[in-house]
C-alpha cells in the first residue's frame, strides 16, 4: 500500500492519511526531524535578534531565511509560505514581503525524470505524441513545471508535468502538520480564531485540488465558459487526449508576462486597456460568477498581442455562494458610504468576526483605518493600504481571514500590484467603481436594486449628488446604454418592490410642499440629454404595459 492507492481520487483524506502513517512512524519521525531542525535554528536566530538588538522590530535577513527554509523543505512548505503571504493577520509585514517572492521560479527537477513521467502517464512514446519538446523548462514552480512542445498533428502546446513522488511527499507533511496542530495552537501568539487543525485541513484540501491536473483542466473549461461572451480573454484550450493526472497538455500562450512592459509597449500594446480588462474580468470572477482565478500573479497572466488578458494556471480556483457575493457588493457600498457599523456587521456575515463579537469597540476602529486608508475621497482607496493597514488592526481586535478570503485578498493584491506595473498612477477604484455603478444601476436582481437603495438614500433622503456620480462614472464606458437602464429603473419605480424609493423622490421633489422645479431639471438633466423624448415615452409605455391597472391605480394614490 502507499500513498497513492488512498489518494487514487486525488480527495484529501486526513483519516486514511493518518491511518497510512501510523503504521510506518520511521517515515514520519524522520522527516519530522528534519523540520524541526530548520525551524529550530530559525526561531533561535530571531531570539538572538531580539536580545541583541531589541529596539528593532523588522529582520529581513531572518525574512529572508525563512523563505529559504520553506524553499529547502520541499513543494508543501512552498505552498504554506505562498498561502501566508495572503494573511496579515497571522504574518508580519516584513515576513510578508519576503514570502512574497516565493511566486517566483523555482529550481526545476531532472529532465529525465519529467519524460518519464509523460510516457508513464500518457501511457505511450513521447515521439508518437510530440513532434518536439523544448530541452529545458520553460517555467518551474512548485508543484510542477512546463515545457513547449508541438503535437504531431502541429499545435503548439504547452506540457505540464508534476513533481516526482509529489503526493507521498505532501501526505506526510500534511500528517505531521495536523498532527502537530492538535497540541501547538494554544501555544501559538497568533490570532487564529479557529482550530489550527481545520486550517491544516482547508490548505490540504486546496493542495488536494491543485494537483489534480484533470480538475485543473475541468476548471480551464468551465472559467472559458463564463467568459464565452468576452472577446477580450483568452483561456487555453485543453488537449484531454494527451492529459491525466500528472500530466495537462493544453494550448501554448503567445504573449508577453505582465510585468514585460517594455515587452508589451514595443508590441504597441494599450496599457491602460490591458488593466482594464485585467480588472473588469477580475470583478465579473468575484461579483458575477462567483468562480474565481485564486492565484493571478504574473506567471498566470499574458498580454498577447491582439491586445487580449491570457489566464493560464486553472489549479488554485474558489467558488462563492450567492450570499457571499451580495454581502460582498453590500460591504462596497457600506465603504463607500462610509457606513462602519454596517461594514462591521458585514465582516461577522462573512466570516472575519465571529457572531459573538461584539463591535461596538471595533467599529471606530474600522472608522480610523479605513477612513485613512481611502484618504479625503473614494479614489484614494486601493487594496494594499487596506491591507497593510488591517494587520495592525488584527493584531489588537478579534479578526481572522477565512481560508476562502485569503484567496480573494491575494488575488485583488496580486491584480493591483500587476496594474501598477503597467501604471504607477494607477487606481483601482478608476476601473472598480464604474463597474460597480453599472452593476447597481442595472439592478438585474432585486438584491442589486435594495443595495442601489442603500447608495441613493440615506438618512432618509434621497442623494442627488450620488445617483449624479453614479450615472457619470458608468458613462465613461462608452459601452453602457442608459436607456436599458431607464427602462428597468422606471418598471422599479412603477412596480411595488418600488414603493419606497417612489415615496422618497415625491418627497425630495415636493419638498416643503412645493414642486421643487430645480430637482426636476436636475433629475431631467441626468437622464435626459441620452434619451430622445419619442424614445423616453417608448419606455414608459413599455413599463407600464408590464402592470395590471390595479397597480397603476394604487401608483396614482401614492
Known amino acids: 500500500m502507499s500513498p497513492h492507492q488512498f489518494t487514487s481520487e486525488r480527495c484529501y483524506d486526513p483519516e486514511a492519511i493518518a491511518r497510512y502513517y501510523r503504521r510506518r512512524p520511521w517515515q514520519a519521525i524522520w522527516r519530522a526531524i528534519t523540520v524541526v531542525w530548520f525551524f529550530t535554528g530559525f526561531i533561535l536566530g530571531l531570539v538572538w535578534d531580539r536580545w541583541r538588538r531589541p529596539d528593532v522590530e523588522h529582520t529581513p535577513q531572518r525574512a529572508t531565511q525563512l523563505r529559504e527554509i520553506l524553499t529547502h523543505l520541499g513543494p508543501t512548505f512552498i505552498k504554506v509560505g505562498q498561502a501566508l503571504s495572503t494573511r496579515p493577520d497571522l504574518v508580519r509585514k516584513d515576513f510578508l514581503e519576503e514570502l512574497t517572492r516565493l511566486q517566483d521560479q523555482l529550481p526545476p527537477f531532472n529532465h529525465q525524470a519529467a519524460m518519464a513521467i509523460i510516457e508513464a502517464e500518457l501511457d505511450r512514446d513521447l515521439d508518437s505524441v510530440y513532434s518536439q519538446i523544448s530541452p529545458e523548462p520553460v517555467a518551474a514552480a512548485s508543484l510542477g513545471q512546463v515545457y513547449r512542445a508541438r503535437l504531431r498533428t502541429g499545435e503548439e502546446v504547452a506540457i505540464k508535468v508534476q513533481r516526482p513522488n509529489l503526493v507521498p511527499i505532501i501526505t506526510l507533511d500534511l500528517y505531521l502538520m495536523r498532527w502537530a496542530a492538535g497540541w501547538i495552537a494554544p501555544w501559538l501568539p497568533l490570532n487564529l480564531g479557529h482550530d489550527l487543525s481545520l486550517i491544516v485541513d482547508e490548505f490540504g484540501t486546496k493542495l488536494f485540488e491543485e494537483i489534480d491536473y484533470l480538475n485543473e483542466g475541468r476548471n480551464a473549461e468551465r472559467f472559458a465558459a463564463y467568459f464565452s461572451d468576452d472577446p477580450t480573454v483568452k483561456v487555453p484550450e485543453i488537449y484531454w487526449k494527451y492529459t491525466s493526472t500528472r500530466v495537462l497538455t493544453l494550448e501554448w500562450i503567445n504573449g508577453f508576462k505582465l510585468t514585460d512592459v517594455a515587452s508589451i509597449q514595443a508590441a504597441g500594446l494599450d496599457l491602460d486597456n490591458l488593466i482594464l480588462v485585467g480588472v473588469t474580468s477580475g470583478l465579473r470572477q468575484l461579483l458575477e460568477f462567483g468562480f474565481f482565478h485564486a492565484d493571478p500573479h504574473p506567471g498566470n497572466l499574458f498580454a498577447m498581442p491582439d491586445g487580449r488578458m491570457a489566464f493560464i494556471d486553472f489549479g488554485m480556483m474558489d467558488q462563492l455562494e450567492q450570499d457571499v457575493k451580495e454581502t460582498l457588493v453590500d460591504s462596497v457600498v457600506h465603504l463607500i458610504n462610509r457606513d462602519y457599523n454596517d461594514l462591521a456587521k458585514d465582516f461577522v456575515q462573512l466570516g472575519f468576526l465571529t457572531p459573538e463579537t461584539n463591535i461596538i469597540p471595533i467599529v471606530p476602529a474600522l472608522e480610523k483605518v479605513l477612513g485613512n486608508a481611502m484618504g479625503e475621497s473614494v479614489r484614494d482607496f486601493n487594496f494594499k493600504t487596506i491591507t497593510d493597514s488591517f494587520s495592525?488592526?488584527?493584531?489588537?481586535?478579534?479578526?481572522?481571514?477565512?481560508?476562502?478570503?485569503?484567496?480573494?485578498?491575494?488575488?485583488?493584491?496580486?491584480?493591483?500590484?500587476?496594474?501598477?506595473?503597467?501604471?504607477?498612477?494607477?487606481?483601482?477604484?478608476?476601473?472598480?467603481?464604474?463597474?460597480?455603478?453599472?452593476?447597481?444601476?442595472?439592478?438585474?436582481?432585486?438584491?442589486?436594486?435594495?443595495?442601489?437603495?442603500?447608495?441613493?438614500?440615506?438618512?432618509?433622503?434621497?442623494?442627488?449628488?450620488?445617483?449624479?456620480?453614479?450615472?457619470?462614472?458608468?458613462?465613461?464606458?462608452?459601452?453602457?446604454?442608459?436607456?436599458?437602464?431607464?427602462?428597468?429603473?422606471?418598471?422599479?419605480?412603477?412596480?411595488?418592490?418600488?414603493?419606497?424609493?417612489?415615496?422618497?423622490?415625491?418627497?425630495?421633489?415636493?419638498?416643503d410642499d412645493r414642486l421643487h422645479t430645480e430637482e426636476v431639471r436636475r433629475l431631467w438633466s441626468l437622464v435626459g440629454p441620452h434619451i430622445k423624448p419619442a424614445r423616453l415615452f417608448d419606455v414608459a409605455i413599455s413599463a407600464i404595459a408590464e402592470f395590471s391597472t390595479t397597480q397603476v391605480a394604487a401608483l396614482r394614490q401614492d
Open 392 to 511: 495592525e488592526l488584527m493584531y489588537d481586535y478579534p479578526f481572522r481571514v477565512p481560508a476562502k478570503f485569503a484567496l480573494i485578498i491575494r488575488s485583488l493584491v496580486t491584480q493591483e500590484g500587476i496594474a501598477l506595473t503597467l501604471n504607477s498612477n494607477f487606481k483601482i477604484v478608476d476601473v472598480a467603481y464604474p463597474y460597480v455603478a453599472r452593476r447597481l444601476l442595472k439592478g438585474e436582481t432585486p438584491a442589486l436594486r435594495r443595495r442601489l437603495l442603500e447608495v441613493l438614500i440615506k438618512d432618509g433622503k434621497f442623494q442627488w449628488n450620488r445617483l449624479e456620480n453614479m450615472l457619470a462614472i458608468a458613462q465613461s464606458d462608452q459601452t453602457f446604454d442608459i436607456l436599458p437602464t431607464a427602462q428597468l429603473g422606471l418598471q422599479y419605480l412603477l412596480s411595488q418592490e418600488g414603493e419606497f424609493l417612489r415615496r422618497q423622490l415625491i418627497l425630495a421633489l415636493t419638498e
